[in-house]
């Protein structure tokens, strides 16, 4: 069967920043795609979030980055203190040296509304299909079908389930609850106008908000987290410390003056930041166990719904993009390679099957190996006072972050630039021409020979 642009379809579940992406990768590769997103309409959407290069260079892929820039601070260095006096342990330089180093991206904070404002108008400029208020009951993974909450029916080629922590079709994909699990920290998230600041009429406080920095403050048991957004009109703070949200909840409001008192005693600046925030909204950070699998059948995970990382590395939405841009390539590929070569003998449903194997293979190990550095960043920043805490401090203190030598994940050379110089989609381009050059195209299997795609149907 000769496939047309519009036959073979792709149902991502969940419009966030990582299933935004593959849409775009989708529509980018002539793939109809359809995104199911539960809630009624998109809103504001979060706080601050971090663009590391390797996150940036999917985005210039897309040709994304001068309309990200619009809405972005480009970051000179990530400044680490110390959490009683504010002293600094280290600066990590993030100038044209660094950049040089991770393939020549920058490394940007961004408001996270904005970030997904960009990617949402490009998925819909390309011709997604966005259906909102369809809320998933189930998926039906050996018929390739969504089922939702008011009846309906999506059927579809490949389901991608892009629908967080949280997610309904890593439920369906292992036929059981796959609940997420507690990891004992929560974070306090908050932004406000940069004026506040100012108008506390402190010296200290103007630098710190004339600068394009990242400030981390290392304390025993919590960090804190402060860079501007929206183009330096507004910080954001993150506050990441033991959780005490009641059982059952996954957020909570905050209480500033139980904030105030969880960093009582800390540096004088981030304290009078502190103060500056009318409200804080506590989320409790999970986290799942490493899956077995991602993918079943035409169905398959991606970002938080199959790789949740604690926020200590800021690699979660990258991850995220990667994966979108990755699994996108890749289904446009074989779409490509269908029907423009001679294959009367390969097995469609056999061959996506395969394809979204080689999808999980290819990301796996890469995003396990982000997970555990962000589990041993979360051991080396909240450190108690010590022997432990001042060999960590003696080590970074004028630490060289592109030619020196550490053991730790946030200072190793070798480790960051795996991390943050990799291009996800050069890999992508060939695992593909491996796969595609081994894949058996005069087999075929009886169970799936008769496989046809149904196009675009949603039924009542």
């Not at 997103?37 to 979030?49: D, L, T």
């Not at 993918?295 to 994966?323: F, I, S, W």
């Not at 979204?356 to 293979?361: A, G, N, S």
Request: hydrophobic fraction near 40%; charged fraction near 25%.
């Amino acid at each position: 069967m000769k496939r047309s642009e519009s036959s073979l379809t792709v149902v991502i579940i969940g419009a966030g920043l990582g299933g935004l992406s593959a849409a775009i990768a989708c529509r980018r590769a002539g793939l109809h795609t359809v995104i199911l997103e539960q809630v009624e309409r998109i809103g504001a959407i979060g706080a601050g979030i971090q663009i590391p290069p390797n996150g940036a260079r999917v985005l210039d892929i897309y040709g994304l980055l001068p309309e990200i820039k619009k809405y972005t601070i480009v970051l000179d260095s990530i400044d680490m203190r110390r959490y009683e006096d504010g002293s600094l342990i280290c600066s990590r330089a993030l100038d044209e040296r660094f950049m040089q180093t991770v393939g020549g991206e920058p490394w940007m904070v961004i408001h996270r509304e904005d970030y997904h404002g960009v990617l949402l108008r490009e998925a819909e400029r390309l011709g997604s299909i966005l259906t909102l208020g369809a809320k998933v009951k189930t998926v039906d993974i050996d018929n390739t079908v969504v089922l939702l909450e008011d009846g309906r029916r999506v059927h579809a080629d490949v389901i991608i389930g892009a629908d967080g922590l949280w997610s309904s079709v890593r439920e369906s994909l292992y036929g059981m609850p796959h609940p997420a699990k507690e990891t004992g920290d929560l974070a306090y998230r908050g932004t406000f106008p940069k004026q506040k600041l100012l108008d506390l009429k402190d010296e200290r406080i103007d630098r710190l908000c004339n600068t394009k920095n990242v400030t981390v403050w290392f304390g025993p048991d919590k960090h804190c987290v402060f860079y501007p957004v929206r183009s330096g009109k507004e910080f954001n703070l993150v506050l990441l410390g033991p959780d005490n949200i009641p059982p059952g909840l996954r957020t909570s409001e905050g209480d500033i003056e139980e904030v105030r008192a969880t960093f009582k005693g800390w540096d004088e600046i981030l304290t009078k930041i502190i103060s500056c925030i009318p409200s804080v909204l506590k989320w409790r950070l999970m986290h799942c166990e490493e899956l077995e699998i991602w993918t079943k059948n035409r169905t398959a995970l991606l970002g938080d719904a199959c790789h949740p990382t604690l926020p200590y590395q800021a690699q979660g939405a990258a991850m995220a993009v990667e994966d979108g841009a990755v699994i996108g390539y890749l289904i446009g590929e074989l779409n490509r390679r269908l029907e423009i070569e001679n294959t009367p003998n390969i097995n469609y449903g056999d061959a996506i099957q395969s394809l979204l194997q080689l999808y999980e293979k290819s990301r796996k190990h890469r995003t396990t190996v982000n997970v555990l550095g962000a589990q041993e960043n979360r051991v080396m920043y909240h450190l108690k006072d010590g022997l432990e805490q001042m060999k960590r401090d003696a080590e970074l203190k004028d630490f060289d972050f592109i030619e020196g030598h550490s053991n730790m994940t946030l200072a190793n050379p070798s480790y960051q630039k795996d991390l943050l110089g990799f291009d996800a989609l050069k890999d992508a381009a060939r695992a593909f021409g491996e796969w595609w050059s081994g894949f058996d195209s005069t087999s075929s299997n009886p169970g799936l020979s008769s496989y046809r795609s149904p196009g675009v149907e949603i039924q009542s």
